[in-house]
T-cell receptor, first 116, second 113 residues
Framework: DAMVIQNPRYQVTQFGKPVTLSCSQTLNHNVMYWYQQKSSQAPKLLFHYYDKDFNNEADTPDNFQSRRPNTSFCFLDIRSPGLGDAAMYLC???????????????FGPGTRLTVL | AQSVTQLGSHVSVSEGALVLLRCNYSSSVPPYLFWYVQYPNQGLQLLLKYTSAATLVKGINGFEAEFKKSETSFHLTKPSAHMSDAAEYFCAVSRPGYSTLTFGKGTMLLVSP
């Protein structure tokens, strides 16, 4: 089945220790998104890639970076995690273009990040 | 700018009762509208979407929603709740030509026996 895969599902890191979260997709979608979701809140878009074009949300902290080496993979790097960065991180994909039928986003299961 | 308002952070129903989750949107252009469901420690799953075709949209698991432009609403309904429907539900809006979504704050649906 075509899908969005996130690894690991649970990640524990220490305060200030860099961490990388991984997302891969078999849908061959143009657009990949990273969201941060804190407890009982809506997902908050951090950034997205339209093919290789990187789009950063204005309020995404500099501490968060992303890489998309190819169509299938996208990484979220947190350079110096703080306690406030503990959250669920969701990866999503869409075909892109914004045309009818192209906006639907497909989500991975998420990675729950704990910062000690 | 677009926004979504979901009325009620929690909705409680009995098994077999009608489910009604409210969503109102604000958009300067005709919107695309979505309902997603999230089970604990899972990603979001699309329930249904409105993309300017039929105003009554049927989705998975017996859910449906009606787009009402005059009321700027896109409420989610299900005639008979099942225990397995207990989850968090998010309404989201986007606009033609853009792929990003704006989510509402979510409504937690609680189903009691």
């Amino acid at each position: 089945d075509a899908m969005v895969i996130q690894n690991p599902r649970y990640q524990v890191t220490q305060f200030g220790k860099p961490v990388t979260l991984s997302c891969s997709q078999t849908l061959n979608h143009n657009v990949m998104y990273w969201y941060q979701q804190k407890s009982s809140q809506a997902p908050k878009l951090l950034f997205h890639y339209y093919d290789k074009d990187f789009n950063n949300e204005a309020d995404t902290p500099d501490n968060f970076q992303s890489r998309r080496p190819n169509t299938s993979f996208c990484f979220l790097d947190i350079r110096s995690p703080g306690l406030g960065d503990a959250a669920m991180y969701l990866c999503a994909t869409s075909r892109g273009g914004g045309r009818e039928g192209y906006n639907e986003q497909f989500f991975g299961p998420g990675t729950r990040l704990t910062v000690l | 700018a677009q926004s979504v308002t979901q009325l009620g952070s929690h909705v409680s129903v009995s098994e077999g009762a009608l489910v009604l989750l409210r969503c109102n949107y604000s958009s300067s252009v005709p919107p695309y509208l979505f309902w997603y469901v999230q089970y604990p420690n899972q990603g979001l799953q699309l329930l249904l979407k409105y993309t300017s075709a039929a105003t009554l949209v049927k989705g998975i698991n017996g859910f449906e929603a009606e787009f009402k432009k005059s009321e700027t609403s896109f409420h989610l309904t299900k005639p008979s709740a099942h225990m397995s429907d207990a989850a968090e539900y998010f309404c989201a809006v986007s606009r033609p030509g853009y792929s990003t979504l704006t989510f509402g704050k979510g409504t937690m649906l609680l189903v009691s026996p």
